[in-house]
């Protein structure tokens, strides 16, 4: 045990150890029956007499905080708990570096909206804000017992570093996944990563420096926002239609302010649910091309279809290494699990690798191990056509509902594929302005305005996830959100 | 199947399917026995003809590549296999921002030196370069387990992404074990991180832009190098002696450059294995609050003495949040873990959170819900006892092998924990050049140079880690550094 002493004190130095360990006891950090170190243990380790540690123990005692056994050592008493002062944030005393972060908010994010839900007391509240599919379709059962023969054959290396830049077994596995899905590449060009938000974090970092310029689809991921915000870019938006990214308004953006990276999701788009055309994007690459900007490709769900043709990733149209790809397991598989993966060819790999390896050496090589076992080709397209069938019967549940129940004001366009539909409400409603309400109906969104480079734009739009939630709730979801709508518009 | 079509082209597109088919069965990509999708399914996909996919599939029939079976589909042949010149990069065809990639070297570190020592030939190879302690003694049949009761209890909500901050009962059991090692603090103050390498990454990009200052003992970690490198900050060195960072040079040093952070690592330091004199530690502090720095404090395996006095960790001494704690359990426990924490007070705990979010959302939950059932304070004393007799006996192993088998005029201090023994080598002898020749005798170690911040410097030290290997290896290995240190001398 290291307590800190000062030998220069009047306090005594019994009284030094005694005081620390009273407070360690009344916080609760030190638990009944913690065993203290031995007296002679102690002594030693602070560098003080035996003696000095035996007043000290003796105070306590005496004091009801612990008690001794014979032959076998001193033990913490239960305490009725205390919350101490100890670390309370006393703001004079803060070190004036702190108070630079003192106005700095911890971000707004979907969790929080769940939270407000919960706590708005309906007996049975549904969410529509998350933006990951139905985690109860994931086989956990199954995935535990891969977990199990994972560790039988692995041992000690299933927890150990492994190769930097992913499990190779698990490299070659997403190859073949992909080559399924119509997009060629090697192992070599994959980098196994914490998510997909990593993926995107290390590609912004390692091509762009503060102040530099991304071009994104506006609205976009709103975490993506966030991210490119904290990291000091500078944020340019594309306009978008029902087709995508605007790409015809894109050479004159490229022009005038020479971006560093245009990040885009070009299948079902987070938030509005749209497919970039096909003509758009072979322009998308040419341009990139032309004007000399990599593209950062979000595929966050491409395989998740539920009619219509499938458009080539840009991934799959790019001849030299102008696209960089990033995929994950988290939004279909089980988002806790944590891996993604960025394709990129070219040395940017290197670059990759190396900012990968500073910012948190390597990803968790057990899961990465599991996930190798459990997403075959085979299932992973089992997995994909079972997923299609449920989604798609849930939006057409929740298109229907949104029919039936809300007002003819509203808006949205039918979403081929993915997560999202994107809802304009009446004019002059503000989603923001409306969740509370819509809360306290048992029924939750994510507002637009998370989702636009400007948040005061946007706000009469939300984002509904029609995957996470079985058929039943998505009908009695949308009466909830339509019963909200009037009442809120009854209150103007 | 998302396939990219050109329909503008002049090849049909018949061939344009099954040239891309082509390619993904002869790269490997499509293994055997896959099934290719359903030709009606296909043309759907694509928005083509039937008749077009027929056409398609029948050409790699007619070519060996793929086999139908009445009335079960059509699969892939198994093929010899064709590497490919897909994805050669071809630098004619590079975009030109790639270019400003191509001599960024991956950066050397200690994985490729155990490659090296690998390929060096020799049959039974011993390693003294790792950083990590010795993970054969790691249970891993007992967390096994452990990793099954967890997912048995906690099923879906397991694998799910949980709190932004941490799995909560995670955070108690910490805190619970740092009061049991004389840190207190409140769950409230800790941030899980992927790593402390993940911990050491978020407080360095929350606390400083390209081109601030931080300095650093000189030598240090050297993945903190590369990573204070990457981020664009100047570093600048502390000298250091046999009781860690000479902080009576630090004033000077606080006045000329302005830093924005000190990062250090006060307890059996990563490479020189001293520790920071109890003077010292709270000259520290005061410098430290006087010039308004923040303190960035690398625990890695602070716990870890086998004999002398233990100093209170400078978080202990820390009065109002100047100084920023970062442990782990990947050092001491299984680096595949991945599991690191934070241990900050005041609003920069907030900003912390915020940019974990940007950077990977949140950190395995499956891993931390095993983690905290395995780890009790109990069970963290008896482990670190366990480890402290059996790496002190190692130590003393490799210490009396050194006096034994290298020539006197290399030179060591003993240090009191930890994994390390710093060693200098005779005179004109560079670590670095001489590595090659360990190698083939079959011994590695860590070059002294990659742990200072200008390479040029410290050539003639080496870092030994004497944790890692068991005791008849340690003889073993440090005798064939002897022979190697001889043979070199010769050659000179």
């Known amino acids: 045990m290291r307590i800190p002493l000062d030998r220069e004190s009047a306090i005594p130095l019994y009284q030094q150890i005694g005081?620390?360990?009273?407070?360690?006891?009344?916080?609760?950090?030190?638990?009944?029956?913690?065993?203290?170190?031995?007296?002679?243990?102690?002594?030693?380790?602070?560098g003080v007499n035996r003696t000095t540690v035996e007043n000290a123990y003796s105070v306590l005692e005496a004091d009801g905080l612990v008690f001794s056994r014979m032959g076998s050592g001193t033990y913490v008493l239960p305490q009725t708990f205390i919350p101490t002062a100890l670390k309370q944030n006393n703001n004079a005393a803060l070190p004036l570096w702190q108070k630079?972060?003192?106005?700095?908010?911890?971000?707004?994010n979907l969790d929080m909206i769940d939270e407000m839900l919960q706590t708005a007391g309906h007996p049975q509240p549904i969410s529509f804000a998350s933006g990951i599919s139905d985690t109860r379709q994931f086989p956990w059962e199954e995935f535990r017992k891969i977990l199990q023969s994972v560790m039988r054959r692995d041992q000690i290396a299933a927890l150990e570093y492994g190769e930097r830049s992913g499990y190779a077994p698990l490299r070659e596995g997403i190859v073949h996944i992909l080559a399924s899905q119509g997009l060629q590449t090697s192992s070599e060009s994959i980098l196994i990563t914490a998510g997909s938000q990593q993926a995107i974090f290390l590609v912004s970092q390692v091509l762009l420096k503060p102040n530099d310029i991304i071009l994104v689809?506006?609205?976009?991921?709103?975490v993506a926002i966030d991210l490119f915000r904290s990291l000091g870019f500078q944020i340019i938006g594309i306009p978008m239609d029902n087709q995508g990214m605007q790409v015809e308004k894109l050479e004159k953006l490229l022009q005038q302010h020479h971006p560093k990276l245009i990040y885009t999701i070009p299948n079902f788009h987070n938030p509005t649910g749209t497919c970039l055309s096909g003509a758009r994007r072979r322009q998308l690459i040419v341009l990139a091309e032309r004007y000399n900007v990599p593209i950062l490709e979000d595929d966050f769900v491409g395989d998740l279809r539920y009619e219509g043709h499938a458009q080539p990733s840009?991934?799959?149209?790019d001849p030299n290494g102008q696209v960089i790809y990033v995929g994950t397991f988290s939004k279909m598989l089980m988002p806790g699990l944590r891996v993604g993966f960025i394709v990129a060819d070219g040395p940017v790999y290197g670059s990759l690798l190396n900012f990968k390896r500073v910012s948190d050496l390597a990803t968790s090589t057990l899961i990465q191990r599991a996930l190798d076992a459990y997403v075959t080709v085979g299932r992973y397209q089992t997995y994909l056509h079972r997923s299609s069938q449920t989604f798609r019967k849930r939006r057409d549940v929740m298109v229907s509902a949104l029919n039936k129940y809300l007002p003819s004001k509203v808006s949205f366009d039918i979403p081929s594929g993915g997560l999202f539909i994107w809802l304009r409400l009446p004019e002059s409603m503000f989603a923001d302005e409306f969740l509370p309400l819509a809360c306290k109906e048992g029924v939750s969104f994510a507002p637009g305005k998370f989702f636009f480079i400007d948040k005061a734009s946007g706000r009469e739009w939300l984002r509904l996830n029609f995957a996470s939630q079985p058929v039943e709730d998505i009908e009695e979801g949308i009466k909830r959100l339509g019963k909200a709508i009037r009442k809120m518009r009854d209150r103007k």
Chains 1, 2 share one sequence.
């Not at 630079?100 to 908010?105: A, I, M, V, Y």
């Open 19 to 46: 005081g620390h360990l009273r407070n360690a006891i009344l916080s609760g950090n030190l638990t009944a029956d913690t065993r203290l170190p031995a007296c002679r243990q102690l002594a030693n380790d602070l």
């Open 100 to 108: 630079s972060f003192q106005h700095e908010e911890v971000n707004l």
């Open 217 to 222: 689809e506006n609205p976009t991921y709103s």
């Open 314 to 317: 840009l991934k799959a149209l």
